[in-house]
């Protein structure tokens, strides 16, 4: 998923950026308020970590403006602040979670994956699909309860088809959701990800079809249904 980082501090919001690249997601670092601003009213991420204390632009005004835009995107702040009163008013200016520096990394990951979730409407790491399964604690893929090897950007792209089962993807928003900013993904990385994945997969539920010219589109279909 893309996730944008909001700190102002270089080596923490870098080394939560590697964290999460590590993990197979799209993560991008930004170190000013103004910039971050600016940047979320023309560009939408899945996810946003997001500093208070910034320059020139302060962590809950950039949350504020992304409500009053009626951008839902999950936010999760990084805070100092830990008084009762701080909390509660971050999460009534919109913030889904807060976590208190400083935070353990496996504590960060497991915020990160619970609002993701719940963006995709999830109840819990562990979903089925037909006859496969995703367990996003572990990052394993199972086909008829047979664990298939795949790698951590493989999984992020099944995850992102099977968040938007049945609607076309072009490979530009494929791009968007699975690199950073500063990557350059070949002109067919996501063909040979795409290509990867459906052998990875074999006997699975899931049929990824290529429309020529416009992208993919993905669908849970049984063997037996498939005409």
């Known amino acids: 998923m893309r996730i944008l980082v909001v700190e102002d501090t270089e080596v923490l919001g ?7 690249s590590s993990l197979g997601h799209g993560a991008d670092l930004i170190q000013d308020g103004k910039q971050a601003n600016e940047f979320l009213r023309y560009q939408s991420v899945d996810l946003i970590i997001l500093d208070l204390n910034l320059p020139n632009v302060s962590g809950l005004q950039i949350l504020q403006a992304l409500r009053q835009r009626d951008d839902a995107t999950p ?12 909390r509660i008013r971050l999460l009534d200016a919109g913030a ?30 562990l979903t089925e699909h037909g006859n496969i399964t995703m367990d996003r604690d572990s990052r394993q893929v199972s086909v008829d309860k047979e ?27 494929i ?4 690199f950073n900013f500063d990557e350059t993904p070949g002109p067919n990385a996501i063909e040979l990800y795409v290509a990867r994945l459906r052998k990875k997969l074999a006997g699975s539920d899931l049929v990824i079809s290529t429309l020529r010219g416009i992208g993919y589109v993905a669908e849970i279909t049984p063997a037996n249904k498939r005409t």
């Open 14 to 20: 870098q080394a939560i950026c590697d964290r999460l």
């Open 147 to 173: 664990v298939r090897a795949i790698t951590n950007r493989e999984f992020r792209l099944l995850e992102i088809f099977l968040g938007h089962l049945g609607r076309v993807l072009s490979k530009d928003e």
């Open 175 to 178: 791009t968007e959701h699975l």
């Open 96 to 125: 889904d979670d807060y976590l208190t520096k400083p935070f353990d990394f496996g504590e960060l990951e497991a915020r990160c994956r619970a609002l993701l979730r719940r963006k995709q409407g999830y109840a819990s790491n």
């Open 75 to 86: 936010v999760l702040i990084l805070t100092a602040r830990d008084q009762v009163d701080d």
